[in-house]
């Protein structure tokens, strides 16, 4: 039997829910895997705690503050890792030489800058931070086309519509998709109307029901936000127009997305709620190979429900809607005013019903400009984090 090839990783965001769902997938592989760069924002304790297990070639901390607490930590544990801090650091690395491929797992549009970076690079990039798409979708795109690098979408819902697929091309001639539909859980907040959400607290926005996630896409999956963002990068993604996808609530999510074809066959791609299996998927690609996770036991499941989506209740997601519908900068500006908003919700300093409040008052007041450079799209970010900012602390 042929000896895969080892392939050196990058887990940009090592600290984060998906980092440890990958390195998890990447430790029980050590003769496939070596995460040669491991990077996280500010977590420094954590990301030494994960240098001590994994020894990766480099390390990077983006809060370039912490750089000699990263290097004399490596130091003290007398490992050979290097340190390095800063974003600049952090592009330099994802496009060298110590990785083929790069796990982006930055949350929000800090992901950004080193997911182009690895883009550029023609590197393979397994893409959770589905920030990147929905603020610079076609650059980003383009850019890994032209550079010959591979984008393996690992949000759970894109995976599988990748894995029905198999592929990233659904419009290509003779792929014969007629619409996906894009499965969600609903939150936390499922079937509750909109008076009912005025008081609703971040420690419940963060429990969600069936996932184990990072604070931020929590706060989106209860808001329905974050599908709204996935129907944005499943756009980008997969090359479809807005009248093609559709978004069916399933509150089991074992059921992660669906592909309909113009024969009338639906394939449906279902499993546990874990993301080391759509990890295993791109690390392993187009192999199979054992990531942790058990198969589905529907006996013991029972049924599977699905719902539409309520959006008066939840006017995040038709924003989003309107967002991809304008293009340009618009969905730039959504997904700015977003963070911002769901910041200060988790902070405590605005409620929950404001958080789509702000996204329609930047939508509406600031202007779609075009969505060709990266200057273009980085101002229009800019510009709706200053109006969110401004109207949260003047609320
Ligand atoms: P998380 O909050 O658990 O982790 C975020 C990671 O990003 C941490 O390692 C943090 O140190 C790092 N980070 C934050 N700011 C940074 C910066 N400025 N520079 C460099 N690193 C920075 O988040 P998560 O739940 O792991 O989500 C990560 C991404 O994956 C998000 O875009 C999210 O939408 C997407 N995603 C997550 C899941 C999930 O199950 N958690 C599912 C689908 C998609
Ligand atoms: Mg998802």
């Not at 544990?77 to 797992?105: F, N, P, Q, S």
């Not at 590197?123 to 650059?139: F, P, Y």
């Not at 800019?382 to 401004?390: G, I, M, P, S």
Request: charged share 20%.
């Amino acid at each position: 039997k042929a000896v895969p090839a080892l392939r050196r990783v990058a887990v940009l965001g090592a600290t984060g829910s998906i980092g440890a769902s990958a390195l998890d997938v990447i430790a029980r592989h050590p003769q496939r895997f070596q995460p040669t760069v491991l990077a996280a924002g500010s977590q420094v304790d954590a990301l030494l705690a994960l240098c001590r297990v994994h020894q990766p070639l480099h390390a990077v901390i983006a809060d370039a503050s912490l750089y000699t607490r990263l290097r004399d930590g490596l130091r003290d544990a007398g490992l050979a890792t290097t340190a390095h801090a800063g974003d600049i650091a952090l592009d330099a690395l994802a496009a060298g030489e110590a990785c083929d491929t790069v796990v982006a797992a930055i949350v929000g549009a800090a992901g950004l800058s080193s997911t182009l970076a690895a883009a550029s690079a023609g590197k393979r990039i397994l893409l959770a931070n589905k920030e990147s798409l929905v603020l610079a979708g076609e650059l980003l795109t383009r850019t890994a086309t032209l550079a010959g690098a591979e984008i393996i979408p690992i949000d759970s819902e894109h995976s599988a519509i990748f894995q029905c697929l198999r592929s990233r091309d659904a419009s290509r001639e003779g792929a014969g998709v007629r619409r996906i539909l894009l499965t969600a859980s609903g939150g936390p907040f499922r079937g509750r109307s909109r008076a009912e959400l005025e008081q609703v607290t971040p420690a419940q926005a963060v429990a969600h029901p069936k996932w184990s996630m990072g604070p931020k896409i929590s706060v989106d999956s209860a808001t329905l936000m974050n599908k709204g963002l996935e129907v944005i990068e499943a756009h980008h993604l997969f090359g479809l127009p807005p009248a093609h996808i559709e978004v069916l609530v399933h509150p089991q999510s074992l059921v992660h997305s669906l592909v309909e074809f113009m024969d009338g066959s639906t394939l449906a791609q279902m499993g546990l709620p874990d993301m080391r299996t759509t990890l295993a998927v791109g690390l392993g690609w187009p192999e199979r190979i054992e990531s942790g996770v058990e198969g589905l036991d529907l006996l013991r499941q029972g049924r599977l429900d699905f719902e539409a989506p309520d959006t008066d209740a939840f006017p995040c997601l038709a924003l989003a809607w309107q967002a991809m519908r304008a293009g340009g900068t618009a969905p730039a500006i959504l997904n700015a005013a977003n963070e911002e908003a769901v910041s200060a919700f988790l902070q405590g300093k605005i409620g929950f019903l404001a958080i789509p409040a702000l996204v329609d008052n930047a939508l509406s007041t600031l202007p779609s400009g075009p969505a060709d450079t990266l200057d273009g799209l980085l101002a229009a970010d800019k510009h709706a984090r200053q109006l969110t900012r401004t109207a949260i602390e003047t609320a």
